[in-house]
């Protein structure tokens, strides 16, 4: 770590000093969102309303946040499959009211029989869509065996009463909306696997909004598992079944892949931001490293409404380059904790923010060379070029509180739209294609354009690097506010952001949660940015030396929060979820 130097400090307590002053004396914001409802029991926040309403039913009932999270999340990977799903995985952090703080890491693994090259070609170029769609891009799910270690952990109500929702949806259909029509009208754009067609389309054709979308195969998969217990899935007849499909069709998951998995418990990776304590993600996510490393840059910074204002280009320039530093070390560090060595308390300390701020007082005037950012950049080491493909709207985030204080967050995913489009014959499960978020060559970016080298390389039983960012934030030791975000490396982005619009600027959870956002992810050189965005403010960033990219924000973030006991929680409008309270 390099020495700092004593003007740094000075600049350094000059900052803080500032940030001290400005950053909690700032009135709340004036936006033009909807005010959010306030709740006195509990609040649910995910991306679609039947999936919230259906995690508050569970609490209006006598169950708590995590019976909740269990009832939430199945319905999700029945109305969102296009984003989750039972052949899929995730990500949660829990705080129990009585202080307890718990990470459930049921991420997908690669199969025992994957190997580091298994998707390049004889030249050793990656082979087209290999490790996006069809059978060898999925990983053994994590799903269900999260939900249930969660559920026997924490849950007080039985397993199946807190699947019928789901099961109960599946059989009777939901109504397709503009999110789940878009999905499959892109994916017809481009080519769908007719089995996924069989399962999603009507008959061979996109269905149309409010058009009922059923999944009977997976209701009665649903049935036998509330029925069976979730070893049905893992080692009973479920196994048998997707054991049998892989090794029909070229996969790799067998029976005793689905056997042997475990879901990994951790304590939450610990940060902290102007007086809030921070509880996230750690690895084989580098959403937690990531967003710790991006506030402690930030932190000596007065950010809020009458120092930087919210998305001046002076605030997106400073925060831009927060997001470069930590997407460069993303790249080049991070990967499977079992597998690698991942410098985490190096890239979350403080002292490393502090190291790395000569390089953000020199991007002030201009944005730096690639080979200046992350760690490697204190020497100047050299970096790819690469091109970028946009992000795939997979994914899925609830945010959950309950009357007891019980606090859960969770980010889980199929990877990009409808995973691997796979579709276990018989059972109505999409697998996902989460074996494209290993680094299937080093400097080859995956299907959202991230790079990595060999800490992300495949190997049996390893996980994939990930940037799901599940994140509670907590004020003189009780939760203040809990969320998370979809949209591959955006997430990371977009957490970070949401959060700032909350401490930095005071913003109530639907603003915070609606405001525009950007993303620059170090690799591709590209600021993207939200396409309303002013001119003035583009213009500004590109004198500062920004290649900008407009479009849509590309990720959705599900947040909720407890002011003085009032809960709120807001339902990202980018994807169309409601939160629901009481
Ligand atoms: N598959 C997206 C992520 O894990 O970040």
């Not at 049935?223 to 009973?236: D, P, T, W």
């Amino acid at each position: 770590m390099h020495r700092l130097t004593s003007s740094i400090f000075k600049t350094a307590w000059f900052l803080s000093l500032m940030a001290s002053v400005c950053a909690h004396s700032i009135p709340a914001a004036k936006a033009a969102y909807p005010i959010p409802q306030n709740f006195s029991q509990a609040v649910v926040a995910a991306d679609h309303v039947l999936a919230s309403q259906a995690g508050l039913e569970v609490m209006k009932k006598g169950g708590n946040a995590f019976d909740a999270a269990v009832a939430t999340s199945l319905v999700l990977a029945v109305v969102r499959n296009q984003s989750t799903g039972i052949g899929g995985g995730g990500f949660m952090v829990l705080r129990t009211a009585e202080g307890q703080e718990k990470v459930f890491d049921y991420r997908e693994v690669a199969p025992q029989a994957a190997s580091r090259d298994m998707f390049l070609d004889k030249s050793g170029q990656p082979v087209p869509n290999l490790s996006t769609v069809g059978y060898l891009a999925a990983g053994v799910p994590g799903l269900l065996a999260g939900l249930d270690t969660l559920h026997k952990r924490y849950g007080t109500r039985p397993l199946a009463e807190l699947m019928q929702p789901a099961i109960d949806i599946a059989e009777q259909g939901f109504a397709a909306d503009a999110h789940f029509v878009n999905g499959s009208n892109m994916l017809a754009a481009r080519g769908v696997r007719d089995d996924l067609k069989a399962l999603y389309f009507n008959q061979g054709q996109p269905y149309k909004l409010g058009e009922i979308v059923r999944n009977p195969a997976l209701a009665a998969t649903l049935r036998l598992i509330a029925r069976e217990g979730v070893k049905s899935f893992y080692s009973g007849e479920i196994a048998a079944k997707i054991a049998a499909a892989m090794q029909a069709n070229g996969g790799l998951i067998s029976r005793n892949d689905l056997a042997s998995y475990k879901p990994r418990e951790h304590s939450p990776l610990r940060g902290s931001y102007r007086g809030y304590e921070i509880l996230t993600m750690p690895p084989p996510s580098s959403g937690g490293v990531a967003l710790l490393t991006m506030l402690n840059i930030l932190e000596p910074y007065a950010l809020g409404w009458n120092a930087t204002g919210h998305n001046s280009s002076a605030y997106m320039h400073l925060v831009t380059e927060s997001m470069k530093h930590a997407f460069a070390d993303r790249a080049e560090y991070l990967g499977d904790p079992e597998f690698v060595k991942v410098p985490v308390a190096q890239l979350t300390s403080k002292a490393y923010a502090h190291a790395l701020q000569p390089q953000i007082q020199q991007a002030m005037v201009q944005t730096l060379a690639r080979e200046r950012y992350g760690l490697n950049g204190l020497s100047a080491v050299s970096a790819p070029k690469i091109s970028y493909t946009p992000d795939d709207h997979g994914t899925t985030h609830y945010s959950i509180i309950d009357k007891a204080g019980n606090v859960v967050t969770a980010t889980e995913t199929v990877n990009t739209l409808f995973g691997s489009q796979v579709v276990i014959p018989g059972t109505g499960i999409v697998m996902n294609n989460q074996m494209d978020d290993f680094s299937k060559s080093p400097g080859v970016p995956n299907a959202f354009g991230l790079i990595g080298n060999e800490a992300n390389s495949i190997a049996p039983g390893k996980k994939p690097l990930s940037s799901m960012t599940p994140t509670i934030v907590l004020k003189n030791k009780q939760p203040v506010l809990a969320l998370g975000a979809s949209g591959g490396p955006r997430i990371i982005t977009g957490t970070l952001q949401t959060l700032l619009n909350v401490v930095d600027f005071g913003m109530d959870v639907e603003a915070a949660v609606s405001a525009p956002r950007f993303h620059h992810q170090w690799m591709p050189e590209m600021l993207f940015i939200e396409k309303d965005m002013p001119f003035d403010v583009r213009s500004a960033l590109m004198a500062k030396g920004h290649q900008l990219a407009m479009g849509e924000a590309e990720n959705v973030v599900q947040a909720v929060m407890n002011r003085d006991g009032q809960l709120t929680g807001a339902s990202d409008p980018r994807k169309g979820g409601k939160p629901a309270g009481y």
